[in-house]
C-alpha cells in the first residue's frame, strides 16, 4: 500500500523545562528521531518535519526527521518496535498501518496494538466518491442506478489495494448491492488522472485529493464519508445524509512510540503535539494542505485504533486481498 506541515511559545518551553527533570527525552536522550516509512516530500513527511521543528525548541534536544520508506512503510515500523521506549525513537504514520494492516498482511511483523504505543493524532481527513465532470451521474443516486445497468459504470478507482479506499468500495459495494469492481493505481495522483482521462468512472479518495479538481469544475464529488459535511466541500452532502450511516471513515496521520512506553512519557510527548498544532502557523499550513488539525491524548488515540480495527475487519474479508 502507497499512501501515499516553525515558533513554539515560551509557554510550551517553560511547561517542558518543568517537566524536564521526570522526561527521560529531556533527561536522557541527545537526539530524538522520528521515523517516516514513506518517501520524502509526502504529507507524513511534511508533518513529520514540522512537529520535529516543534519538539526540537521544546524538549531542548536534536529533533530529525528519518525516512525509512519500504514494505508498504512496516520497516519504519519495525525500526521504531526494535527501540527503548524512551523517546529516542517516534514513529509518524497513516493510521492505516495501525488499523487497518494487521486485517490485509499475512506477515505484519508487528502487533499493532502491544508494539506501539499511541501518542497522538496529528491530522484527520475525510474520503470522497467522484466522479469526472461530463459523467452523467450528477447524484450519487445517479451513479447507483448506472452501475446496476452497466458494469462498466460499476467501477471505482483508488490509490491501492487494500487500502481504505478500497475497503470503502468494498463496503459500498456489499450495502448497496452492486457489484462494483475495483481498479488500483500507485497512489492518489495516479488515479485522479484515470479519472480526468476517463480511464475509470469513479473514484474514492481523500478529499484534499480532490478538492482542487472538485473547485476547478475537472471533477464532481458526489458524497463525503464523514459524519458531517466537510470544510472543505461543504455543498457535498455525506453518505449518512444519503441514507446510508454506516458508510463513513476518516484517514490521517497519527504519532506513536515504541510499546512499553510510561504513560508519563506519552502523555508529555502528547501534551507538545497539541500545543504544536494549536500554534496559528502550524494550523495555516496544515489546512494549506487541505487536511485538518486534530490532536489527542494517548488514550483517544488507542480507542480509535480499537474501533477501526473493528470496523474494517469485514470488508478486509470480503474484498479478499491479502498482501504477504
Do not use: C
Not at 463525503?224 to 455525506?238: A, D, G, I, W
Amino acid at each position: 500500500m502507497r499512501l501515499s506541515l516553525r515558533p513554539i511559545t515560551a509557554l510550551v518551553a517553560a511547561a517542558f523545562l518543568v517537566q524536564g527533570a521526570t522526561n527521560p527525552v529531556s533527561a536522557q536522550q541527545q537526539t530524538v528521531r522520528l521515523f517516516v516509512g514513506l518517501p520524502a516530500g509526502g504529507s507524513a513527511d511534511i508533518l513529520a518535519r514540522l512537529l520535529a521543528e516543534k519538539l526540537q525548541v521544546s524538549l531542548g534536544k536534536n529533533v530529525i526527521v528519518e525516512n525509512r520508506p519500504g514494505a508498504s512503510a512496516r520497516i519504519a515500523v519495525q525500526t521504531v518496535k526494535a527501540s527503548p521506549p524512551d523517546g529516542s525513537a517516534l514513529l509518524v504514520t497513516p493510521g492505516a498501518i495501525v488499523n487497518l494492516y494487521p486485517h490485509v498482511f499475512k506477515n505484519l511483523g508487528y502487533d499493532s496494538l502491544n508494539d506501539l504505543t499511541p501518542i497522538s493524532k496529528i491530522v484527520t481527513w475525510d474520503f470522497g466518491f467522484a466522479v469526472p465532470a461530463k459523467s452523467q451521474a450528477k447524484t450519487f443516486a445517479d451513479f447507483i442506478k448506472a452501475a446496476r445497468a452497466d458494469a462498466k459504470a460499476a467501477v471505482y478507482g483508488s490509490p491501492s489495494s487494500g487500502s481504505p479506499q478500497h475497503l470503502l468500495g468494498v463496503q459500498m459495494a456489499g450495502l448497496l448491492g452492486v457489484p462494483l469492481q475495483h481498479v488500483w493505481f500507485k497512489g492518489a495522483a495516479d488515479a485522479v488522472n484515470a479519472l480526468l482521462s476517463d480511464a475509470v468512472p469513479s473514484v474514492i479518495l481523500g478529499l484534499g485529493d480532490l478538492s482542487q479538481q472538485h473547485k476547478a469544475g475537472q471533477l464532481r464529488v458526489l458524497a463525503t464519508f464523514s459524519k458531517e459535511r466537510s470544510v472543505l466541500m461543504p455543498e457535498v452532502p455525506t453518505m449518512i445524509e444519503l441514507g446510508y450511516p454506516a458508510l463513513h471513515a476518516t484517514g490521517g496521520v497519527a504519532f506513536y512510540g515504541p510499546g512499553g512506553m510510561s504513560s508519563e512519557l506519552s502523555e508529555s510527548l502528547s501534551r507538545a503535539v497539541k500545543l504544536a498544532l494549536d500554534d496559528p502557523m502550524v494550523r495555516d499550513r496544515i489546512l494549506k494542505m487541505n487536511i485538518m488539525p486534530t490532536s489527542s491524548t494517548p488514550r483517544e488515540l488507542r480507542d480509535y485504533d480499537l474501533g477501526e480495527l473493528e470496523r474494517w475487519r469485514d470488508s478486509a474479508k470480503a474484498s479478499g486481498f491479502v498482501a504477504d
